[in-house]
């Protein structure tokens, strides 16, 4: 039986984040493209230091010589990325950081699978969804997203002029009777603008912007609160720390609740199954919780490059389910073409909707008017419980 009483703690760190800039810089390149053309081909990587960007990877687009003019553009769109998260620091500036281009053409080799609609690459993605939020999230990643989520509105809207964009946040909940029921630890470090501010004064600042995003009741008289533990934190985001595409691929999900494929996502197109079939997996998995089918859904899906069909299918409701697991698994089947053809149509994949997603988690996020976080609706659950 699952255990019903423990501590878990997941961390979500800011769009400030060294490694969050570079998902950013990738999503927004991908989002130029996917607006140029809804068949272009991504698969951008991102380095950020001090002074500097670098960006590498394979695009295309049916036009060569298109493709060639709109190379200019990458270096622009880095700069409105660091502009927008807040970068203005000497050694990190929007306006003066070098950004280095290389990108080039995708290759033919990986283009004539994806051609036949197969599968961008081999691989494996999970899906997961739990009752113990309304966003059907674990709590303790949901929670640590909102925290960041709410001091960049602050710090962006000039209400806490004196907090910076790198941030991470790490919360430590108790559970009872398999429920999420209190912080027993909060862990936030954010870059700030004065050597002269102590923890205290940080404390001071954030706390009641954390105390608004909690459920009520979950902060008690032995909460530990660890707010810059180690002091000073002036010097911030790639000058303080090197970053790089792909390495928050947990925070990106599911704080650690749940198994993870191991691919990145951000600054691949949704040919690219690392990114489509781990949403489609998600999309899934929620719809099965929000059905009332399971109170708890791990889902699976495996590919191979060039080949459409996924080669599994596997369903985990960790003994929550109303239904057998087998039987979830042939009803997500009938209810949804898990081709990556079929699942960039259902979800309406190829558009320009990935810059959003690149801090703050891609799930737990509320669907939008444009088609993103499509894979967040919950319009397949009448659907599976007619299918079961």
């Known amino acids: 039986m699952t255990r019903q009483n423990y501590l878990f703690t997941s961390e979500s760190v800011s769009e400030g984040h060294p490694d969050k800039v570079c998902d950013r810089i990738s999503d927004a390149i991908l989002d130029a493209f996917l607006a ?5 081909r991504v698969a951008c990587e991102t380095f950020a230091t001090t002074g500097m960007v670098v960006i590498g990877g394979e695009v295309g687009l049916s036009d060569r010589d298109r493709l060639r003019n709109y190379m200019g553009r990458i270096g622009e769109i880095a700069r409105d990325c660091i502009r927008d998260i807040g970068y203005e620091q000497d050694k990190f500036h929007w306006n003066t950081c070098h950004v280095l281009n290389f990108l080039h053409e995708q290759s033919a ?16 993605m999970f899906g997961f969804a739990t009752d113990e939020t309304p966003e059907l999230m674990p709590a303790p990643i949901q929670y640590s997203h909102a925290i960041l989520r709410r001091l960049a509105e602050v710090r962006k809207s000039g209400k806490e002029p004196t907090l910076r964009p ?26 700030h603008e004065s050597e002269s501010q102590t923890s205290d004064d940080i404390r001071q600042i954030v706390e009641p912007y954390i105390r608004e995003v ?35 691929i947990i925070v990106d999900t599911y704080g650690g609740a749940a198994p993870h494929g191991g691919g990145a996502f951000s600054g691949k197109d949704p040919t690219k199954v690392d990114r489509s079939a781990a949403y489609a997996a998600r999309y899934l998995a929620k719809n099965v919780v929000a059905a009332g089918l399971a109170k708890k859904c791990t889902l699976q899906l495996s590919y191979a490059i060039g ?22 698994e042939k009803a997500v089947a009938q209810v949804m073409d898990l081709t990556p053809r ?12 990935y810059a959003r997603t690149a801090a703050y988690g891609h799930f737990g996020r509320a669907p939008e008017a444009d088609g993103g976080f499509s894979w967040e609706r919950t319009d397949l659950a009448a659907e599976l419980k007619a299918a079961i």
């Open 214 to 248: 909690l459920p009520e009741g979950w902060l008690h008289d032995k909460t530990e609160w660890h707010v810059n533990p180690t002091g000073t934190f002036v010097i911030g985001g790639p000058d303080g720390d090197a970053g790089l595409t792909g390495r928050k």
């Open 36 to 40: 140029e053309e809804a068949n272009a």
């Open 166 to 191: 790198d941030a991470k946040s790490q919360l430590t909940v108790r559970y009872e009777g398999g429920k999420p029921v209190a912080v027993d630890s909060i862990v936030l470090s954010t870059q």
């Open 307 to 328: 080949v459409a069909k996924p080669l599994s299918i596997y369903v985990d409701s960790y003994g929550t389910g109303e239904v057998p697991d087998e039987v979830i």
């Open 109 to 124: 080799h990986i283009a004539q699978g994806v051609d036949r609609d197969g599968a961008g690459d081999q691989g494996i």
């Open 342 to 353: 079929g699942i960039r149509e259902h979800l309406t994949l190829n558009r320009p909707i």
